[in-house]
């Protein structure tokens, strides 16, 4: 096999060193970043992109979603005795640092984070940008501020998991591109806060997408300053550095209040702005959405729409208890293993 390899590798070289103009060649299956941003279908695709990996068990199908989220006095799940390195015992505040998943989350969402950058990049050297900058919101300039929204979203999911990250604004070569160290979560939501302010106007409303509100959108990317503002104002957990076995401490900077005027000013602007009137009872938004119909003028902002048979781990982890036998209408089984607390349920008058 390896003396087969080596004939091979001398025809290939011959081959390359006599016919070299011929393998100049443009690959069909391969669009440069210059086609891509040069038409609105194509940006649509690539931003398309991004979302894929956010459907992943790693990510908002199961992990971020039912695996990271800490047990409450209202909801729990039950860990493994000894906790699992599989990562059933985040909930238990059993944490392991050689869990698998923690590492495939990691991995996921910084790809989505790339292909994000990626497109903020592609669409800011384009010509239909240019061209529509100061006449939006177009379909050309809220994907550019889609792409800015979904990326501040995920960075802000990784600093509440991690604290202090790895932030670039690049798009990577190579995993190594990450290899950056850590950068304090203060400055990460400052700079990503002041950027979706300056997009903010940009993009466009989910009643005018046809997607509705399974796209990042305007009155989303309003709500995400909300949030990311009382991040950045409020309290965090520390590493004390000087020890690092020691619990941290902690800490809030001392422009907090500017924040919280922040959040303020802009979760007023989802409610001022009248997208989303509420009047809808939670009976029957449930009954559309178990309908495959996500209201845009309702109680969602943002719904991240995860496909049936291909990112399931959601619904089957929340839910009621269903037989795998399929003693339900369409034949499906799911685990209902996140769980209302028994102090929840006896808190309300009978």
């Known amino acids: 096999m390896k003396r087969i390899v080596k004939i091979g590798g001398v025809v290939l070289t011959s081959v390359m060193v006599s016919c070299s103009d011929y393998l100049k060649v443009d690959s069909p299956s391969k669009f440069e970043n210059d086609y891509v941003f040069s038409k609105e279908e194509e940006i649509f695709n690539a931003i398309a992109g ?48 050689n869990s698998s998943m923690i590492n495939a989350s990691w991995n996921a969402l910084y790809t989505a984070i790339d292909r994000a950058n990626t497109c903020v990049k592609g669409i800011e050297n384009s010509d239909l940008f240019l061209e529509q900058v100061d006449n939006g919101p177009t379909n050309v ?10 990326r501040a979203w995920l960075y802000l999911d990784m600093i509440r998991l991690w604290g202090d990250i790895p932030f670039t604004l690049s798009e990577s070569n190579s995993a190594d591109s990450f290899a950056v160290g850590a950068t304090d979560r203060n400055e990460i939501l400052t700079y990503l806060i002041e950027d979706l302010i300056s997009v903010e106007p940009l993009m466009k409303y989910s009643s005018d997408l046809p997607s509705g509100v399974e796209r990042g959108n305007r009155e989303f990317c309003q ?29 809030r900077a001392e422009d ?34 178990c309908n495959w119909n996500a209201p845009s003028g309702d109680d969602i902002v943002f719904d991240l729409p995860l496909l049936k048979s291909m990112a399931s781990e959601f619904a089957y982890s929340i839910g009621i208890l269903m037989s795998s036998g399929g003693i339900n209408e369409h034949g499906l089984a799911t685990g209902g293993n996140l769980y209302l607390a028994c102090t929840y349920l006896v808190s309300f008058d009978p």
């Open 141 to 150: 300039t809220h994907m550019y501020g889609e792409a800015k929204t979904l």
């Open 223 to 251: 709500g995400l300053i909300a949030r990311m503002a009382l991040h950045r104002g409020g309290w965090t957990l520390r590493p004390d550095k000087s020890d690092p076995s020691a619990v941290g401490f902690m800490d």
């Open 256 to 289: 907090w209040q500017d924040y919280y005027q922040i959040a303020e000013e802009y979760a007023w602007k989802v409610i001022d702005e009248g997208h989303h009137d509420l009047k809808l009872s939670f009976r029957d938004l449930w009954i559309e959405e």
């Open 50 to 97: 991004i979302y894929a990996p956010l459907c992943m068990d790693q990510t908002y199908s199961q992990a971020m979603a039912c695996m990271y989220v800490s047990n409450t006095d209202v909801e729990f799940k039950s860990g493994s005795t000894p906790p699992s390195t599989a990562g059933n015992s985040f909930a238990s505040f059993e944490s392991m640092s």
